[in-house]
Protein backbone atom coordinates (compact mmCIF):
# COMPACT_ATOMS: atom_id res chain seq x y z
CA UNK A 1 0.00 0.00 0.00
CA UNK A 2 1.02 3.52 -0.90
CA UNK A 3 -0.24 6.47 1.39
CA UNK A 4 0.54 9.75 0.90
CA UNK A 5 -0.13 12.28 4.01
CA UNK A 6 -0.54 16.36 2.86
CA UNK A 7 -0.20 19.00 5.96
CA UNK A 8 1.16 21.91 6.53
CA UNK A 9 4.70 22.71 6.91
CA UNK A 10 4.01 24.97 9.75
CA UNK A 11 4.80 22.28 12.14
CA UNK A 12 1.62 22.72 14.47
CA UNK A 13 -0.26 19.50 15.95
CA UNK A 14 -1.83 18.39 12.45
CA UNK A 15 2.09 18.19 11.11
CA UNK A 16 2.82 16.23 14.61
CA UNK A 17 0.46 13.41 13.45
CA UNK A 18 0.89 13.41 9.95
CA UNK A 19 4.28 12.96 10.74
CA UNK A 20 3.59 9.88 13.36
CA UNK A 21 1.28 8.21 10.89
CA UNK A 22 4.23 8.34 8.18
CA UNK A 23 7.12 6.86 10.84
CA UNK A 24 4.99 4.20 11.94
CA UNK A 25 4.16 2.85 8.97
CA UNK A 26 7.74 3.19 7.79
CA UNK A 27 9.19 1.52 10.84
CA UNK A 28 6.74 -0.88 10.07
CA UNK A 29 7.83 -1.36 6.70
CA UNK A 30 4.44 -2.74 5.53
CA UNK A 31 3.66 0.48 3.88
CA UNK A 32 5.59 3.39 1.63
CA UNK A 33 4.51 6.55 2.71
CA UNK A 34 5.32 9.90 1.06
CA UNK A 35 5.08 13.08 3.51
CA UNK A 36 4.56 16.26 1.45
CA UNK A 37 4.64 19.29 3.67
CA UNK A 38 2.74 22.91 2.02
CA UNK A 39 5.35 25.65 2.59
CA UNK A 40 4.80 28.13 5.55
CA UNK A 41 6.76 31.27 6.92
CA UNK A 42 7.60 29.28 9.87
CA UNK A 43 8.56 26.05 8.15
CA UNK A 44 11.70 24.70 9.97
CA UNK A 45 13.96 22.84 7.07
CA UNK A 46 16.14 21.62 10.33
CA UNK A 47 13.26 19.43 11.53
CA UNK A 48 12.16 18.08 7.60
CA UNK A 49 16.22 17.40 7.27
CA UNK A 50 15.83 15.74 10.31
CA UNK A 51 12.78 13.65 8.89
CA UNK A 52 14.62 12.96 6.10
CA UNK A 53 17.95 11.61 8.16
CA UNK A 54 14.97 9.12 9.48
CA UNK A 55 14.25 7.52 6.48
CA UNK A 56 11.32 9.25 5.69
CA UNK A 57 10.38 10.30 1.66
CA UNK A 58 9.53 13.97 2.50
CA UNK A 59 8.75 17.02 -0.20
CA UNK A 60 7.72 20.32 0.11
CA UNK A 61 5.41 22.32 -1.84
CA UNK A 62 4.69 25.65 -2.28
CA UNK A 63 2.04 27.68 0.00
CA UNK A 64 2.70 31.32 -1.95
CA UNK A 65 -0.94 30.41 -3.86
CA UNK A 66 -3.48 27.56 -3.88
CA UNK A 67 -3.21 27.17 -7.38
CA UNK A 68 0.71 26.49 -6.91
CA UNK A 69 -0.48 24.24 -3.99
CA UNK A 70 -2.30 22.30 -5.83
CA UNK A 71 -0.42 21.89 -8.98
CA UNK A 72 2.70 21.04 -7.43
CA UNK A 73 0.75 18.47 -5.08
CA UNK A 74 -0.59 17.12 -8.24
CA UNK A 75 2.38 16.56 -10.20
CA UNK A 76 3.69 14.62 -7.10
CA UNK A 77 0.71 12.69 -6.56
CA UNK A 78 0.09 12.00 -11.03
CA UNK A 79 4.16 10.66 -10.78
CA UNK A 80 4.20 8.97 -6.88
CA UNK A 81 0.74 7.20 -7.61
CA UNK A 82 -0.56 6.58 -4.10
CA UNK A 83 -3.36 4.26 -3.08
CA UNK A 84 -4.64 6.53 -0.70
CA UNK A 85 -4.48 10.12 -0.12
CA UNK A 86 -4.46 11.71 3.59
CA UNK A 87 -5.44 15.34 3.60
CA UNK A 88 -5.00 16.80 6.79
CA UNK A 89 -6.34 19.85 8.54
CA UNK A 90 -7.78 23.42 7.10
CA UNK A 91 -7.35 24.52 4.47
CA UNK A 92 -5.11 21.77 3.41
CA UNK A 93 -7.82 19.01 3.11
CA UNK A 94 -9.46 21.20 0.23
CA UNK A 95 -6.05 22.03 -1.62
CA UNK A 96 -4.91 18.46 -0.76
CA UNK A 97 -8.02 16.42 -2.09
CA UNK A 98 -8.39 18.96 -5.21
CA UNK A 99 -4.53 17.39 -6.30
CA UNK A 100 -6.01 14.02 -5.37
CA UNK A 101 -8.96 14.12 -7.95
CA UNK A 102 -6.78 16.06 -10.55
CA UNK A 103 -4.39 13.03 -10.55
CA UNK A 104 -6.59 10.28 -10.42
CA UNK A 105 -5.90 9.33 -7.04
CA UNK A 106 -8.63 6.22 -6.04
CA UNK A 107 -9.02 6.49 -2.65
CA UNK A 108 -8.90 9.85 -0.47
CA UNK A 109 -9.15 10.31 3.64
CA UNK A 110 -9.74 14.24 5.21
CA UNK A 111 -8.62 14.47 8.56
CA UNK A 112 -10.16 17.14 10.65
CA UNK A 113 -7.84 18.62 13.88
CA UNK A 114 -9.94 21.58 15.10
CA UNK A 115 -13.56 21.65 16.30
CA UNK A 116 -13.14 25.42 14.87
CA UNK A 117 -12.66 26.22 11.55
CA UNK A 118 -12.75 29.50 9.09
CA UNK A 119 -15.01 28.36 6.77
CA UNK A 120 -16.55 30.54 5.17
CA UNK A 121 -20.06 29.59 3.07
CA UNK A 122 -17.81 28.93 -0.01
CA UNK A 123 -14.70 26.84 1.58
CA UNK A 124 -17.90 25.18 3.23
CA UNK A 125 -19.58 24.35 0.14
CA UNK A 126 -16.23 22.94 -1.79
CA UNK A 127 -15.35 20.72 1.42
CA UNK A 128 -19.05 19.22 1.35
CA UNK A 129 -18.73 18.93 -2.47
CA UNK A 130 -15.31 17.26 -1.88
CA UNK A 131 -16.81 14.72 0.69
CA UNK A 132 -18.95 13.47 -1.79
CA UNK A 133 -15.59 12.17 -3.37
CA UNK A 134 -13.66 11.18 -0.03
CA UNK A 135 -13.47 7.43 1.33
CA UNK A 136 -13.64 9.03 4.69
CA UNK A 137 -13.55 12.36 7.12
CA UNK A 138 -11.77 11.73 10.70
CA UNK A 139 -12.15 13.59 13.58
CA UNK A 140 -9.29 14.05 16.02
CA UNK A 141 -11.88 13.42 19.22
CA UNK A 142 -15.20 12.51 19.25
CA UNK A 143 -16.16 16.12 20.24
CA UNK A 144 -14.40 17.24 16.41
CA UNK A 145 -16.12 14.01 14.47
CA UNK A 146 -19.41 15.14 15.73
CA UNK A 147 -19.26 18.91 14.09
CA UNK A 148 -18.39 16.97 10.76
CA UNK A 149 -21.52 15.82 10.78
CA UNK A 150 -23.38 19.41 12.19
CA UNK A 151 -21.41 20.55 8.73
CA UNK A 152 -23.22 18.28 6.87
CA UNK A 153 -20.79 16.20 5.85
CA UNK A 154 -22.55 12.51 5.85
CA UNK A 155 -22.49 11.10 8.68
CA UNK A 156 -21.85 7.56 7.51
CA UNK A 157 -18.32 8.42 6.59
CA UNK A 158 -17.60 10.16 9.75
CA UNK A 159 -14.96 8.42 11.86
CA UNK A 160 -13.62 9.53 15.33
CA UNK A 161 -9.73 8.56 15.84
CA UNK A 162 -8.88 10.17 19.18
CA UNK A 163 -5.01 11.64 18.94
CA UNK A 164 -2.34 10.31 20.91
CA UNK A 165 1.45 10.90 22.28
CA UNK A 166 4.27 8.85 22.30
CA UNK A 167 4.74 7.35 25.81
CA UNK A 168 8.31 6.02 25.07
CA UNK A 169 9.40 9.78 25.42
CA UNK A 170 8.00 9.78 29.26
CA UNK A 171 9.35 6.86 30.90
CA UNK A 172 8.88 6.05 34.66
CA UNK A 173 13.05 6.65 34.55
CA UNK A 174 12.94 9.86 33.49
CA UNK A 175 10.48 11.15 36.12
CA UNK A 176 11.23 13.40 38.57
CA UNK A 177 10.50 12.86 42.54
CA UNK A 178 7.36 14.91 43.03
CA UNK A 179 9.14 16.71 46.16
CA UNK A 180 11.74 18.24 43.38
CA UNK A 181 9.86 19.29 41.12
CA UNK A 182 9.32 23.15 41.20
CA UNK A 183 6.15 24.01 41.81
CA UNK A 184 5.55 26.37 39.31
CA UNK A 185 3.16 26.28 35.90
CA UNK A 186 3.99 25.55 32.61
CA UNK A 187 1.79 25.99 28.98
CA UNK A 188 3.27 24.59 26.04
CA UNK A 189 1.27 25.72 23.05
CA UNK A 190 2.19 27.97 20.16
CA UNK A 191 1.45 31.54 19.76
CA UNK A 192 -1.85 31.87 17.88
CA UNK A 193 -5.62 33.06 18.12
CA UNK A 194 -6.53 30.15 18.71
CA UNK A 195 -4.80 29.68 22.20
CA UNK A 196 -5.58 32.00 24.99
CA UNK A 197 -2.19 32.87 26.77
CA UNK A 198 -3.91 36.29 27.31
CA UNK A 199 -6.69 34.56 29.92
CA UNK A 200 -3.98 33.13 31.96
CA UNK A 201 -1.89 36.23 32.27
CA UNK A 202 -4.45 37.87 33.71
CA UNK A 203 -5.35 34.80 35.80
CA UNK A 204 -1.70 35.23 37.16
CA UNK A 205 -2.19 38.89 38.05
CA UNK A 206 -5.29 38.24 40.03
CA UNK A 207 -3.39 35.24 41.36
CA UNK A 208 -0.74 37.76 42.33
CA UNK A 209 -3.07 40.31 44.36
CA UNK A 210 -3.14 37.33 47.04
CA UNK A 211 -0.14 37.25 47.34
CA UNK A 212 0.31 34.02 45.08
CA UNK A 213 3.70 34.31 42.64
CA UNK A 214 4.28 31.02 41.20
CA UNK A 215 6.94 31.45 37.84
CA UNK A 216 4.85 30.41 34.63
CA UNK A 217 6.69 28.72 31.39
CA UNK A 218 5.74 29.75 28.24
CA UNK A 219 7.15 26.95 25.65
CA UNK A 220 6.62 27.40 22.19
CA UNK A 221 6.82 29.69 19.23
CA UNK A 222 4.44 30.97 16.90
CA UNK A 223 3.15 34.38 15.53
CA UNK A 224 5.57 37.01 16.59
CA UNK A 225 2.67 39.66 16.47
CA UNK A 226 0.76 37.69 19.41
CA UNK A 227 3.88 37.00 21.54
CA UNK A 228 4.53 40.97 21.03
CA UNK A 229 1.82 41.56 22.65
CA UNK A 230 1.39 39.05 25.09
CA UNK A 231 5.25 40.22 26.46
CA UNK A 232 3.74 43.72 26.55
CA UNK A 233 0.41 42.54 29.05
CA UNK A 234 3.25 40.58 30.93
CA UNK A 235 5.18 44.18 31.47
CA UNK A 236 1.82 46.29 31.88
CA UNK A 237 0.39 43.82 35.04
CA UNK A 238 4.09 44.00 36.50
CA UNK A 239 4.50 39.98 35.92
CA UNK A 240 7.85 40.52 34.01
CA UNK A 241 9.33 38.65 37.21
CA UNK A 242 7.47 35.63 37.20
CA UNK A 243 6.16 34.72 33.26
CA UNK A 244 9.10 33.53 31.13
CA UNK A 245 9.20 33.34 27.68
CA UNK A 246 11.04 29.94 26.29
CA UNK A 247 10.71 29.83 23.17
CA UNK A 248 11.00 26.54 21.03
CA UNK A 249 11.93 23.80 23.62
CA UNK A 250 13.84 21.17 22.59
CA UNK A 251 13.26 19.22 25.41
CA UNK A 252 9.16 19.35 26.07
CA UNK A 253 9.00 16.10 28.35
CA UNK A 254 12.39 17.01 30.67
CA UNK A 255 10.71 20.76 31.31
CA UNK A 256 7.17 19.08 32.26
CA UNK A 257 8.42 16.56 34.02
CA UNK A 258 10.50 19.54 36.40
CA UNK A 259 7.21 21.47 36.78
CA UNK A 260 3.95 19.90 39.31
CA UNK A 261 1.75 22.10 37.31
CA UNK A 262 0.42 22.54 33.59
CA UNK A 263 -2.18 24.04 31.97
CA UNK A 264 -4.34 24.81 28.68
CA UNK A 265 -5.68 28.10 28.34
CA UNK A 266 -7.23 27.70 24.92
CA UNK A 267 -10.26 29.34 23.52
CA UNK A 268 -10.96 25.38 20.93
CA UNK A 269 -9.36 22.49 20.11
CA UNK A 270 -9.52 19.31 18.55
CA UNK A 271 -7.22 17.42 20.45
CA UNK A 272 -4.86 18.81 23.09
CA UNK A 273 -1.23 17.19 22.46
CA UNK A 274 0.05 19.48 24.37
CA UNK A 275 -2.62 19.01 27.47
CA UNK A 276 -1.76 14.77 26.91
CA UNK A 277 2.02 14.95 26.64
CA UNK A 278 1.79 16.97 30.35
CA UNK A 279 -0.36 14.39 31.98
CA UNK A 280 1.87 11.90 30.64
CA UNK A 281 4.60 13.70 32.18
CA UNK A 282 2.65 13.21 35.46
CA UNK A 283 1.56 16.96 36.23
CA UNK A 284 -1.67 18.00 37.86
CA UNK A 285 -3.44 19.45 34.74
CA UNK A 286 -5.74 22.68 34.40
CA UNK A 287 -7.71 23.07 30.73
CA UNK A 288 -10.25 25.29 29.26
CA UNK A 289 -13.55 23.21 29.21
CA UNK A 290 -13.61 23.27 25.23
CA UNK A 291 -14.07 20.15 22.91
CA UNK A 292 -11.47 18.14 22.86
CA UNK A 293 -9.81 18.93 26.25
CA UNK A 294 -13.13 18.00 28.09
CA UNK A 295 -12.43 14.40 26.55
CA UNK A 296 -8.84 14.18 28.26
CA UNK A 297 -9.71 15.94 31.50
CA UNK A 298 -12.05 14.40 33.98
CA UNK A 299 -12.64 17.55 36.07
CA UNK A 300 -11.58 16.50 39.68
CA UNK A 301 -10.51 13.33 39.14
CA UNK A 302 -7.32 13.65 36.63
CA UNK A 303 -7.11 17.73 36.56
CA UNK A 304 -9.74 20.69 36.25
CA UNK A 305 -11.61 22.46 34.14
CA UNK A 306 -12.44 25.93 33.92
CA UNK A 307 -15.07 28.02 31.63
CA UNK A 308 -13.58 29.67 28.76
CA UNK A 309 -11.62 32.94 28.30
CA UNK A 310 -12.57 33.11 32.87
CA UNK A 311 -9.30 34.83 34.28
CA UNK A 312 -10.88 34.67 37.63
CA UNK A 313 -12.16 30.83 37.47
CA UNK A 314 -8.57 30.15 35.80
CA UNK A 315 -6.56 32.23 39.11
CA UNK A 316 -9.15 30.14 41.26
CA UNK A 317 -8.28 26.61 39.75
CA UNK A 318 -4.40 27.96 40.11
CA UNK A 319 -4.97 28.64 43.41
CA UNK A 320 -6.46 25.63 44.26
CA UNK A 321 -3.33 23.38 43.31
CA UNK A 322 -1.16 25.75 44.65
CA UNK A 323 -2.68 25.97 48.36
CA UNK A 324 -3.42 21.87 48.17
CA UNK A 325 -0.57 20.19 47.53
CA UNK A 326 -1.96 16.91 48.23
CA UNK A 327 -4.62 17.73 46.07
CA UNK A 328 -2.16 18.67 42.90
CA UNK A 329 -0.22 15.63 43.86
CA UNK A 330 -3.15 13.14 43.50
CA UNK A 331 -4.59 15.14 40.00
CA UNK A 332 -0.63 14.35 38.80
CA UNK A 333 -0.75 10.59 39.67
CA UNK A 334 -4.48 10.14 38.05
CA UNK A 335 -3.76 12.06 34.99
CA UNK A 336 -0.33 9.85 34.55
CA UNK A 337 -2.47 7.12 34.88
CA UNK A 338 -4.89 7.41 32.56
CA UNK A 339 -2.06 8.91 29.90
CA UNK A 340 -0.16 5.48 30.09
CA UNK A 341 -3.45 3.41 29.77
CA UNK A 342 -5.67 5.65 27.28
CA UNK A 343 -3.74 8.14 25.47
CA UNK A 344 -0.98 6.09 23.74
CA UNK A 345 -0.75 6.46 19.67
CA UNK A 346 -0.09 2.67 19.15
CA UNK A 347 -3.79 3.18 19.71
CA UNK A 348 -4.13 5.94 16.96
CA UNK A 349 -2.18 4.06 14.66
CA UNK A 350 -3.83 0.95 15.10
CA UNK A 351 -6.98 2.30 13.83
CA UNK A 352 -5.74 4.35 11.39
CA UNK A 353 -4.05 1.15 9.43
CA UNK A 354 -7.38 -0.61 10.18
CA UNK A 355 -8.99 2.69 8.33
CA UNK A 356 -6.37 1.95 5.21
CA UNK A 357 -7.10 -1.08 5.32
CA UNK A 358 -10.65 -1.39 5.15
CA UNK A 359 -11.09 1.72 2.31
CA UNK A 360 -8.90 0.17 0.01
CA UNK A 361 -10.82 -3.26 -0.16
CA UNK A 362 -14.81 -2.52 0.69
CA UNK A 363 -16.27 -0.95 -2.13
CA UNK A 364 -18.83 1.24 -0.20
CA UNK A 365 -17.13 3.71 2.09
CA UNK A 366 -20.28 4.18 4.01
CA UNK A 367 -19.52 0.57 5.44
CA UNK A 368 -16.44 1.12 6.66
CA UNK A 369 -16.23 0.76 10.55
CA UNK A 370 -13.52 1.30 13.01
CA UNK A 371 -13.12 -0.14 16.10
CA UNK A 372 -12.97 1.88 19.44
Not at 29 to 43: A, F, I, M
Not at 51 to 66: C, Q, S, T, Y
Not at 134 to 159: I, N, Y
Request: hydrophobic share 45%.
Amino acid sequence: MRILHFVTGGFSGATQVAINLCLSAHQSGTTEVLLVLRRKRNTDLERVTALRNAGLDVRIVPGWAHAATILALYRIARSWKPDILVAHGFSEHLWGRYAGLLAGVTHMVHVEHNSRERYTRWRLAQARWLAQRTDAMVGVSLGVAQVLQELGFPAKRCHAIPNGIDLQRFPESRLQAWEQRENAIVMAARFAQQKDHDTLIRAMSLLATKGLRPQLYLAGTGKKRIQNKLERLVQKLGLTDQVRFLGQVADVPGLLMGKKISILSTHYEGFPLALAEAMAAGCACIGSDVVGVREVIRDQENGLLVPEGNAEAMASALQQLLESPELTRRLGATARTKAMHELDSSLMLERYEQLFRQITTIANPEHVSIKQ
